[in-house]
């Protein structure tokens, strides 16, 4: 979305226009919906925190100050979610099957599955910092200055996190760093 | 297939367009959101305003005043009130005090 424009419709929904902040919704859930859902796992937890960090994005606009892009503000809010989520998840999800998890997550794409699940164990295998900077940055959503803005890391950090991150899950599929081209 | 972006079709696709239904679920949960606080005020509002009730009510009847005694200041004070809605309406016109009369009193 073009700069002027979304300061425009952010200038509308802060006056309380609805229609405004429909507009900036659409503008901005592919990139957080992908976000969570590399993130969470599953689709439609994803979606649920997604859809919550927006409705909360709206309470505090005021809050925003336009020094980081509002796609980043929302990604800070949805990961705040998430974490918070993650605490009363735990108990849960240690009953649940690698299996039913799976299937869970991937109705939409079923292909590549053995793959998929492995790749699903060694993220949450992963630090909450590590495994949310690979799920903003793998996907080349976010660049990694805007993955520090939303947790709140200093920038070697994230590109430590990327680079270890990245060779877990290559080692979780059988690659090895090294031969990666 | 070891590419970063491989990997991050594997962990999770991005939806190609963006969804009308998905909007629709966020605009509806803000709503709701609102609801409830709204909500959370009227009844805060409702406790605090019975609660002092109740505590006036109490010192009264510490004080040992009759009931008798009040009834020159009730009939001031309902005379003012009545002078309100009269001002509100003049000023606002019905419509509006009917809507605060229902803003007051719908949620309880």
């Known amino acids: ?181 | 297939m070891s590419d970063d972006l491989s990997l991050a079709a594997l962990l999770g696709e991005a939806p190609k367009t963006p969804d009308p239904g998905f909007r629709f679920d966020v605009l509806a949960r803000v709503s709701a959101r609102a609801a409830r606080r709204e909500a959370w005020t009227r009844g805060l509002m409702q406790v605090a305003a019975f609660t002092a009730l109740g505590l006036v009510l109490a010192l009264v009847q510490f004080a040992s005043v009759s009931a008798g005694a009040w009834i020159p200041v009730l009939s001031a004070g309902g005379a003012l009130a009545a002078s309100g809605v009269f001002a509100l309406v003049v000023i606002q016109g019905p419509k509006a005090v009917l809507a605060r009369a229902r803003m007051v009193f719908g949620g309880a």
């Not at chain 1, 009953?95 to 299937?103: F, H, P």
Request: net charge positive; proline share 4%.
């Open chain 1, 1 to 181: 979305m073009d700069p002027a424009e979304e300061a425009r419709l952010l200038g509308l929904a802060r006056r309380g226009d609805m229609r405004a902040f429909g507009r900036l919704v659409d503008a901005h859930q592919p990139a957080v919906r992908a976000f969570l859902r590399r993130l969470v796992g599953s689709y439609a937890d994803a979606d649920d925190i997604a859809q919550e960090a927006f409705a909360r994005t709206w309470e505090v606009l005021h809050r925003y100050d336009g020094r980081s892009s509002l796609r980043s503000f929302i990604c800070g809010v949805a990961f705040q979610y998430w974490r918070r989520g993650r605490r009363a998840d735990n108990r849960r999800l240690a009953r649940d099957t690698a299996y039913s998890e799976l299937e869970d997550s991937h109705t939409d794409a079923p292909q590549n599955t053995p793959e998929r699940l492995a790749l699903r164990r060694a993220m949450e295998e992963l630090p909450a910092d590590q495994r949310a900077v690979l799920a903003m940055c793998l996907g080349q959503d976010f660049t990694h200055a805007e993955a520090a803005e939303v947790l709140k890391l200093p920038l070697g950090t994230v590109k430590s996190h990327i680079t270890r991150g990245r060779a877990r899950l290559q080692a979780a599929l059988g690659l090895t760093p090294e031969t990666n081209p």
